[in-house]
Structure formats: structure tokens, C-alpha cells
């Protein structure tokens, strides 16, 4: 994942904070999960940093700091100020202290983005009980200007997609490395006649026991 090398540079092109569909399918998509403090946080550095992108909206200007710092502290080695090392299943497992050749604004990113509540590494939206969940959710969601947020990071089991806080939370993490046992699913979002939204989980039959796929579909409104 060297920044020359093919997958360092197609994962340096992707966005940490990414909002698409048109109306009710307008989603916010993040690999774990982000807060609305978070997502404050990001936009106000992105706003300092760089030109909002799009409609100036919190979620681009947030995203415009940490996929900026995405592409510009993690280099092939340790950066300046080297590393403090350890961590958990909560975090990475190498932290660094600073961005080399970067901003004050990078280098706060950059905590952003290495931290357990931060948008590559949060878990609390799934782990926490559901009313503090949801309360979360909602928050983000009303800041953004998003109907439901898609989340990875957490692993679902049996390879199936699942919602919470009445499908404003999608988990779409279904385990598709062999070494999570290999099953594939895919999330949509379409607008039907009246404006309104279906989000479905799209998920080919299991054989059991074996961690393979069919070619059947089994789709489930989420």
C-alpha cells in the first residue's frame, strides 16, 4: 500500500467521507461510522485547508481534510515525529505523532482519522445500546444532510447486511475476504414512483456451511 504502488494509490484516491443518491436515497457512506462532533471537527479543518467541494457542505469539507491527509501523511515510512506505537482491536495498530511536510491542519486530520472514534475505526454505532446509537445517527444525519448511513468496519455475521435506528444505519460489512469466510453481498438504493426510498441488501444464497456463494438472489429491504 506504498503510495507509487497500485493499491496504495487507488486506496489514496478514495474519499473518507462520501455522500451520494438524489432525494430520499441521498446517503452518507463512511467505513465505520462518524459522529457529528467528528464531522465538525473535519469540516472546520477542511474549510481552513481547502475550498469546500460541491454544495460547501459540512460532509465535503470534512472529507476534503481527511482524504487530504489520506493522501498526504501516510507515506512509506514513519513520518516525522515518528511513531508511538501499540494499539488495540479499536485502533491502528501503529500510530503516527505528525505529518511530514504537512499543516497544523493536516497533522489534526490526521489524529482524526487514526483515532477509535474517528471515521476508519469507530465501533459505537454498532456495539452501543440502541437509543444512544440512534441518537448519534440522527445527529449526523440532520448535520450532513443524509437519510441513513452505509458503514463497513464492522462484520456481520452469517454474511449479511443488517440495519438499526429503523434502517438509518446500514452495516454492509459481510465479511468478503476468504479469511472472514468469503460471502458476497452488495447495498442499493433506488426511488420508486412516488419519490420514495428502497434500500435493499442484496445477498446470493449460502451454501451452508461452506462460506461460497450461488448465483441466486436473496434481497431484503434493510
Not at 130 to 158: D, F, I, P, S, Y
Not at 161 to 180: E, F, K, N, Q
Not at 186 to 200: I, P, T, V
Request: net charge positive; charged share 20%; with cysteine.
Amino acid at each position: 500500500i506504498a503510495p507509487d504502488a497500485p493499491a496504495g494509490i487507488a486506496l489514496r484516491s478514495r474519499r473518507v467521507v462520501a455522500i451520494a443518491g438524489r432525494g430520499a436515497c441521498r446517503t452518507l457512506f463512511v467505513h465505520a461510522g462518524l459522529t457529528e462532533p467528528v464531522l465538525r471537527q473535519a469540516a472546520e479543518l477542511g474549510t481552513s485547508l481547502h475550498q469546500p467541494a460541491g454544495n460547501g457542505s459540512l460532509a465535503a469539507a470534512a472529507d476534503a481534510a481527511l482524504s487530504g491527509a489520506l493522501r498526504t501523511c501516510f507515506t512509506d515510512g514513519d513520518p516525522e515525529g515518528g511513531s508511538d506505537g501499540g494499539a488495540d482491536m479499536y485502533g491502528p495498530r501503529k500510530r503516527w505523532k505528525a505529518c511530514p511536510g504537512g499543516s497544523v491542519e493536516n497533522t489534526e486530520a490526521l489524529t482524526i482519522l487514526q483515532s477509535a472514534v474517528g471515521p476508519l475505526w469507530l465501533r459505537s454505532f454498532v456495539e452501543a445500546p440502541k437509543q444512544e446509537t440512534c441518537r448519534g445517527v440522527a445527529a449526523v444525519l440532520a448535520a450532513a444532510g443524509a437519510h441513513r448511513m452505509v458503514v463497513g468496519h464492522n462484520r456481520q455475521a452469517g454474511g449479511r447486511p443488517r440495519s438499526r435506528c429503523g434502517g438509518t444505519l446500514h452495516m454492509i460489512d459481510v465479511g468478503l475476504s476468504r479469511a472472514y469466510g468469503g460471502y458476497m453481498a452488495a447495498w442499493q438504493c433506488e426511488l420508486d414512483e412516488s419519490g420514495a426510498a428502497l434500500a435493499r441488501a442484496i445477498v446470493p444464497d449460502v451454501i451452508s456451511g461452506s462460506g461460497r456463494n450461488r448465483g441466486s438472489r436473496d434481497d431484503a429491504e434493510l
